[in-house]
């Protein structure tokens, strides 16, 4: 089977653009496939998740959890009861304590992902998601350790008890680089929230040989710095 074969099914086809996990939570949102009541933003830094996801769920509970230093977590200026310090493997809440479980550029850094993985399988809920996104094709940055393969970091999933349902190009690859390569200057950070370029060939090839929006998000797929996934606990599996 090659990749296209193995991924075919979890690549969207309702558009192609460049996202963003929080974008993701947003659009499930408004197609009413999404709503929690209670969220763990795993590795939350400095809580800047916290107050979207209140004006989205408003209802919703959030918890963050993080370990006790890092860069973003020694940024944090606010505390309170809805931050939770952790070892960085094992999370301390019961099983099935979350409905949504919210990762942004966490994985990468997390030195046993697998048993992290199968942490938040256990704190999951039966009918919960995961959504978040890590790093494919981008270079070292604050104490990362990995950058996954799609194809590994579904079977990683899968072997924690989630299956992934969705993946979504995030910023491309090479823009990654050359954002590293030249110091990471501000002009670059347009493009984690703009259609990036490399991603912009991509959807005007994609265009002009008139494909389907599900060749185009295969292709960003497998040459982006980032990708957005969402994951559901696999069935008949229990925490």
């Known amino acids: 089977m090659n990749i296209y074969d193995y991924l075919e099914k979890i690549i969207p086809s309702d558009h192609s653009r460049q ?54 977590v020694n940024a944090r200026q606010d505390e309170g009861s809805e931050f939770v310090t952790y070892d960085g493997v094992s999370l301390p809440f019961p099983d099935e304590s979350f409905d949504l479980v ?18 938040v399988r256990r704190v999951l809920e039966g009918g ?33 008890g989630l299956d992934t349902i969705m993946l979504r190009p995030g910023i491309d690859g090479p823009t990654l680089i050359e954002r590293s390569y030249l110091g990471r200057p501000e002009a670059y950070s347009k493009w984690f929230k703009e259609e990036s370029p490399f991603n912009q060939i991509i959807e005007s090839q994609v265009r002009e040989q008139k494909r389907p929006a599900k060749i185009a998000n295969f292709r960003k797929i497998l040459y982006c710095g980032q990708f957005v996934f969402v994951c559901r606990p696999s069935l008949g599996l229990g925490p």
């Open 128 to 160: 919960g998601l995961f959504v978040g996104q890590t790093s494919q094709l981008e270079p070292y940055h604050s104490f990362s350790y990995w950058n996954f393969t799609i194809y590994g970091f579904v079977e990683i999933c899968k072997e924690a």
């Open 19 to 72: 996202s963003r996990a929080i974008d993701v939570v947003g659009w499930m949102k408004a197609e009413k496939k999404l709503r929690p009541s209670k969220v763990l933003d795993l590795g939350c830094g400095i809580g800047a998740t916290r107050s979207i996801f209140q004006r989205l769920f408003p209802e919703a509970q959030w918890v963050g959890v993080d370990i006790s230093s890092s860069p973003e």
């Open 102 to 119: 919210f990762s942004n550029q966490v994985l990468e850094h997390v030195r046993y992902p697998e048993k992290v993985l199968s942490e």
